[in-house]
Every structure is written in C-alpha cells, then in structure tokens.
T-cell receptor, first 114, second 111 residues
Framework: EADIYQTPRYLVIGTGKKITLECSQT?????MYWYQQDPGMELHLIHY???????EKGDLSSESTVSRIRTEHFPLTLESARPSHTSQYLC?????????????FGQGTRLTVV | SQQGEEDPQALSIQEGENATMNCSYK?????LQWYRQNSGRGLVHLIL?????REKHSGRLRVTLDTSKKSSSLLITASRAADTASYFC???????????FGKGTLLTVNP
C-alpha cells in the first residue's frame, strides 16, 4: 500500500477563489506528478518534479502552479479558480532507479468550481 | 500530446474469457507500464516492461512490447468480475522523469 495522500478528497468552491490542493508522500520519492483527469478518463500531465526545488510543466497547459520545497510535499495552487478547472486532480510519486519509474497514486481530489 | 493510445476504448466480456488491450505510442521509450483504475480513484501499477524486453508475465497478466511497431498489448487471462476497471498504458517518452498516460480502455467483465 502506497503512502501518498491528497486533501481534500472533494472540494466545491466559487469562481475567483484561490485554492491549494495538497499532496504528501512518506516514501521519500524524488519524483512527483500532478495529473488532471477528464470525466471521459484521459489523464493529462500538468506538472512534475524530480526533486526539491525542481518543477516542470507537463504536456497540458494549466493555469495552476506547484512548488517543491520539501521532498514529501507537492502542493498545487490555482490562483483564481474558474468553472473550466472543474475536474479530478491526481497526484503521484515515482519510485525506481535510473530510467525506470513506477508511479504510486493518491486517491485524487475532485474539484468543482461553481 | 499524449504518448500512449489504448485500443479499444471499451471492452465487454464474460467472466472466464480473456481480455486483450492494445497501446500504441509515438516516441522512444525506456519502458512501458500498465495501470489499473477503479471507479475514478487513484491508479494502481500493474506491470512494467523495459524497452529491451519483449514479453513479461505477472499472475494472470501478460504484456508484450514491440518497439519496432511502437506498440504493446496487455492480456488478462481467465477474467473475473473484479477485473472490471479502466486500464491505462504509460510511457516515459525516453526521459528519466516524465510519465504520460493514454486515454485508457474501460473493461467490463460480466458475471
């Protein structure tokens, strides 16, 4: 059982609000990821990190930002939420040596912006 | 753009039958992985196959990889109702850090 936690599990907020989705892992993994998942299943990589103080944008343009000040913590922030941000957000951390990384996922945060 | 593309998008079979899902990708890879997702929850890692491997087994799972065709298949033998889930392939695009997923195959196993 992977020890990666996302909070909150569900969130309903109003347009224009600033929110931070939390993600923490206790496994000491260097690599961490944020994905946005459409209702129709497809996962989009929006941010990733390969260690403290390193963050990269993923393949999907996103208005969110991330930070990696500590190994175990990789929060995602939306400065001004919009209805188009309504989605499920999945956080993952990566284990493995060298070029082969296996990802462990949290349970996700389902965000609704009204 | 997404690296992996699964086929079919949905598959419905009877319990006891085998299920085969395919994944195609676009660029070079170090490895290809398969994950499972139940009811929109977090994904669970099933199996990883390295680019220099052609076939790998884990329990009722069999994965093949053809790097010349940039494709992989996942075979689930003797399926059970509990195998009902979405299945995704993931690739690293040749990088050490990125991990991108395809659109997934929704498998329904009818009792």
């Amino acid at each position: 059982e992977a020890d990666i936690y996302q909070t909150p599990r569900y969130l309903v907020i109003g347009t224009g609000k600033k929110i931070t989705l939390e993600c923490s892992q206790t496994m000491g993994h260097d690599k961490m990821y944020w994905y946005q998942q459409d209702p129709g299943m497809e996962l989009h990589l929006i941010h990733y990190s390969y260690g403290v103080n390193s963050t990269e944008k993923g393949d999907l343009s996103s208005e969110s930002t991330v930070s990696r000040i500590r190994t175990e913590h990789f929060p995602l922030t939306l400065e001004s939420a919009r209805p188009s941000h309504t989605s499920q957000y999945l956080c993952a951390s990566g284990a493995g040596t060298g070029r082969h990384t296996e990802a462990f996922f949290g349970q996700g945060t389902r965000l609704t912006v009204v | 753009s997404q690296q992996g593309e699964e086929d079919p998008q949905a598959l419905s079979i009877q319990e006891g039958e085998n299920a085969t899902m395919n994944c195609s990708y676009k660029t070079s890879i170090n490895n290809l992985q398969w994950y499972r997702q139940n009811s929109g929850r977090g994904l669970v890692h099933l199996i990883l196959i390295r680019s220099n491997e052609r076939e790998k087994h884990s329990g009722r799972l069999r994965v093949t990889l053809d790097t010349s065709k940039k494709s992989s298949s996942l075979l689930i033998t003797a399926s059970r109702a509990a195998d009902t889930a979405s299945y995704f392939c993931a690739t690293d695009g040749g990088s050490n850090y990125k991990l991108t997923f395809g659109k997934g195959t929704l498998l329904t196993v009818n009792p």
